[in-house]
């Protein structure tokens, strides 16, 4: 079974007397360890399926499995805590909270987890490790740059060691080089932590990094062929004894 499975899901949203239905019948399969990119025209539904296969959203009918479980099944409060537990979620605009620390942003979603305080501080020192912010963990997001913004939120995202990251836009608002040490990082996690992802991007460059690149065009999902550049690391201490 792959780890991602997507059978027959619908989704539908009603915009004042039209109804919009950006997916409908879709099915993907993702194998654990896959790294796959999203490309597409706007408004073909690209969010919309991160949001489902990541539980923010359900869809109006088939089925979503996500490591085992079936997580279109899943009650609004187990959800969450699977969510938790089980997912990362990548935003374009990292979506950090301006009054907490780098640091307190990355520990937010371990105060979901049953961790006593030292695994808690553990795991957010790991994540942080893991994106090269250790001396950065008690700046405020106003104090840090646009890409050590976007490697919190990529450390928060890891911090509780899920099997699958989703990712939206990751390199969206960043400058061509950031977005390049991005890229990086995000092979980086596939490859040393093993850690299953799936990234919308509308850059072909950006989607290129990805072991498979998929398009969501009209409702079908088209496989592009194409070549995986490891971009140059730059820092070799980054990811280390992760997970
Ligand atoms: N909560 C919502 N309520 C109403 N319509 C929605 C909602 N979410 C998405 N849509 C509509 O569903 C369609 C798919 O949106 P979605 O954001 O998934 O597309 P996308 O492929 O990610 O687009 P983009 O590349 O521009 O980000 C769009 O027409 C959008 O307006």
Not at 156 to 161: Q, S, T
Not at 171 to 181: F, H, I, M, P, R
């Amino acid at each position: 079974m792959a780890l991602v499975e997507l059978r027959g899901v619908c989704k539908s949203f009603r915009k004042g007397d039209e109804t919009i239905t950006p997916l409908d019948h879709i099915d993907l399969d993702i194998d654990a360890g896959e790294f796959v990119s999203l490309m597409g025209p706007s408004g073909t539904g690209k969010s919309t399926l991160l949001n489902l296969v990541s539980g923010i959203d359900r869809p109006d009918a088939g089925t979503i499995t996500v490591a085992g479980t079936e997580v279109t099944k899943l009650s609004r409060s187990k959800l969450a805590d699977w969510r938790a537990a089980n997912l990362g979620y990548i935003f374009q605009t990292h979506n950090l909270i301006p009054v907490l620390t780098a640091y307190e942003n990355v520990e937010l979603p371990t105060l979901l987890l049953k961790l006593t305080s030292t695994e808690r501080r553990q795991r957010v020192e790991l994540a942080l490790e893991a994106v090269g912010l250790s001396d950065r963990a008690d700046h405020y997001p106003r104090q840090l740059s646009g890409g050590q913004e976007q490697r919190v939120g990529i450390a928060r995202a890891i911090v509780a060691h899920p099997q699958v990251v989703v990712a939206d836009e990751p390199t969206g608002s960043l400058d061509t080089e950031t977005s390049e040490q991005v890229q990086t990082l995000l092979q980086r996690l596939n490859k040393e932590l093993d850690i299953t992802m799936l990234m919308v991007t509308h850059d072909s460059d950006v989607a290129a990094i990805a072991s498979r690149q998929l398009v969501l065009d009209r409702g079908k999902f088209l496989e592009q062929s194409g070549t995986t550049p490891t971009r140059k690391a730059e820092g070799d201490e980054m990811i280390k004894q992760f997970g």
